[in-house]
């Protein structure tokens, strides 16, 4: 394990999970800089960052913990460095931290680097009508089949831009690989309304006639004013 390397982070935070199947959980938030997608839908515009090593992240951390012993790994995109951070993974471990692991879930090369040493996959599915970007659909299946051993869920932003056949694409994506895996249907806080929310609930009745957990779940820190 090389511990010599220096990561880029942006900030190192407590405050509450705000998005997924464990919204309303305290974590420590360490969010790693860069990422390749540049979704038009992104809340988290970064233009700065420090070089930390392992053990100075780890001491941060720890400082930083008061107890709490639940840590999200977030970005930008953490598996574009994913040399340091198996290396800052095994450190975390050895500390007892539980490892939540927010991603883009396009690296499935990198996710299976450092995969044992993350207990939660919290995965997006980026739909090209949403994102704004080209579509990813080999990428998502490779990284959910690599992911799958941990405990994973999917999450889908859902836009006014939306199309319905980039949901059930997304839909069938998912239970080729298990019906079981929840998904969470994020609406695009940038364009919260009613209409959006009611679009939602639509998704939700199409994806819960393949898949056995879908849920919608907004970003309740933004909802709330926090980071």
Same mark, same amino acid.
């Given at each position: ?7 880029? /982070?942006?900030?190192? %935070?407590? $405050?509450? !999970?705000?998005?997924? /199947? ?15 997608? +540049? ?5 988290? !515009?970064?233009? &700065? ?8 992240? /780890? &001491? ?10 639940? @840590? ?11 040399? %340091? ?6 450190? $975390?471990? !050895?500390?007892?931290?539980? =490892? ?7 690296? +499935?090369?990198? @996710? ?27 990428? +998502? ?12 869920? #999917? ?5 006014? $831009?939306? *199309? ?9 994506? #998912? ?9 969470? @249907? *994020? ?13 939602? #609930?639509? %998704? ?6 393949? @898949?056995?957990?879908?849920? =919608?779940?907004? !970003?309740? +820190? ?6």
């Amino acid at each position: 394990m090389n511990y010599t390397m220096q990561g880029k /982070i942006a900030e190192i %935070f407590k $405050s509450i !999970q705000g998005e997924g /199947i464990y919204a309303g959980r305290p974590q420590v938030f360490v969010r790693f800089y860069g990422c390749q997608t +540049h979704c038009r839908f992104c809340d988290t !515009q970064l233009n &700065r960052y420090d070089k930390k090593s392992p053990f100075e992240l /780890i &001491r941060e951390v720890k400082a930083l913990s008061n107890g709490w012993r639940s @840590l999200a790994i977030t970005g930008g995109e953490p598996l574009e460095q994913a040399g %340091f951070l198996k290396a800052f993974l095994s450190l $975390s471990k !050895q500390e007892n931290f539980k =490892i939540y692991l927010e991603t883009n879930g396009i690296l +499935h090369n990198e @996710l299976e680097s450092v995969v044992d040493l993350v207990d939660t996959v919290a995965m997006d599915i980026k739909l090209p009508s949403s994102a704004g970007t080209r579509a990813y659909w080999q990428e +998502h299946k490779n990284f959910l089949e690599a992911g799958k051993a941990r405990e994973i869920f #999917v999450k889908i932003v859902v836009c006014f $831009s939306t *199309q319905k056949d980039d949901l059930e694409k997304a839909i069938e994506l #998912v239970r080729g690989v298990s019906s079981k895996i929840p998904v969470v @249907l *994020q609406p695009n806080t940038f364009e919260l309304t009613r209409d959006l929310w009611e679009r939602a #609930v639509e %998704f939700q009745r199409i994806a819960l006639e393949s @898949l056995e957990d879908v849920r =919608i779940v907004p !970003q309740i +820190h933004k909802l709330l004013g926090r980071r």
